[in-house]
């Protein structure tokens, strides 16, 4: 009778797991028709424009009347329509990109971008990384694209073979922003670090894809001293450790020797036959660049050198381009109203 009971059981859950996928396949199929659908009506309204803007407002009152209770067809979202259809002229876009992003991505990417080649970068992040319309925002706005494709001093190219090398030169970004610390001037390194961990999520956020948390101010002991790590992550993808050294100053040569140092007793005490070789990263307020790429040159363990920055460093015309709220809340109704009546 247990084992028969058992057995019921597995059954029941393999029909639910099969009832989840085969929701999740249907909302992903409802997004794609619906992105499709607010493209060919921009593109209808595009096409004639003789009609004037109050033809819009006919549209909405007519829409309401015919199709009763159905949301996002307001005036406001009709000219976000036409603009999506005269922004979005190529369909290799439209199929790879915008169909997979719900429609307030999308709006993201047309309003808070100018040219073709950065939404497909960021849009393509967002579809890898699961990103919210809100974390997309606000990877715009720190340009994320310029802190990753940024040259990086590093010595990954040397000490790692392909592909783990490449994959460890694009999980570094230069500077990093930790935009939700608390600056202050007077600030130790162990303070900092102690915000960066408090607030775990925005940290793993900015870190990237496949940063798993270990732990700070790590201990390790060798004979009968203690060690002990700034922070210590383990990457997913790259399957290995990668110990973080925090500085608050600019960046001096003797940095990496210490590097160098933890990278040795992580890869003697914690790494085991299935990683590969623990990666560092020693993150300072300044860098010159001449320096650092000397200091890893003969240097025989992999690490990379970047600078971070906090909100209040940046200009005012980054820090005002952070997300707010306020600003998208019709687009989040717009969506979650839409989303109701699918699931209805």
């Not at 162990?190 to 960066?196: A, G, H, P, T």
């Not at 020693?282 to 600078?307: H, Q, W, Y």
């Amino acid at each position: 009778m247990e084992m028969q009971e058992m057995n019921q059981l597995q059954l029941i859950t393999e029909i639910k797991d099969k009832i989840q996928t085969a929701q999740y396949r249907a909302l992903l199929n409802v997004n794609k028709q619906l992105i499709r659908l607010y493209w060919e009506i921009g593109t209808s309204l595009n096409k004639n424009t003789s009609y004037g803007n109050k033809f819009i407002d006919t549209l909405t009152q007519e829409i309401k009347v015919a199709f009763p209770g159905v949301k996002g067809y307001s005036a406001r979202n009709l000219r976000y329509m036409k603009r999506f259809a005269k922004e979005i002229t190529d369909p290799d876009f439209l199929q790879t990109v915008s169909v997979k992003l719900s429609w307030s991505h999308n709006l993201v990417l047309i309003e808070k971008l100018d040219d073709m080649e950065s939404r497909y970068w960021y849009g393509a992040k967002a579809i890898e990384n699961g990103w919210s319309v809100t974390v997309l925002e606000h990877q715009i706005a720190t340009g994320l694209i310029t802190r990753s494709e940024r040259k990086k001093i590093q010595n990954f190219d040397k000490l790692l073979p392909q592909p783990k090398s490449e994959l460890a030169i694009q999980i570094m970004k230069d500077p990093y922003i930790f935009d939700f610390v608390e600056f202050d001037e007077k600030m130790k390194e162990r303070q900092i670090e102690d915000q960066l961990v408090n607030d775990i999520t925005n940290f793993l956020l900015e870190m990237g894809k496949g940063f798993a948390y270990m732990g700070h101010q790590y201990p390790l002991t060798l004979g009968d001293d203690e060690f002990n790590l700034d922070i210590l992550f383990y990457n997913t993808l790259l399957h290995c450790y990668v110990v973080v050294d925090l500085k608050t100053k600019k960046f001096i040569p003797e940095y990496a020797g210490k590097m160098n140092f933890y990278l040795s007793l992580v890869d003697d005490q914690l790494k085991t036959e299935r990683y590969n070789p623990s990666i560092g990263l020693i993150l300072c307020r300044d860098k010159n660049k001449t320096v650092a790429e000397f200091a890893l040159k003969d240097i025989a363990k992999p690490m990379g050198v970047s600078e971070y920055r906090f909100t209040q460093e940046l200009p005012k015309e980054i820090q005002d381009a952070f997300p707010k709220a306020a600003d998208w809340a019709e687009h989040i109704i717009i969506e979650t109203t839409i989303d109701e009546k699918n699931s209805q």
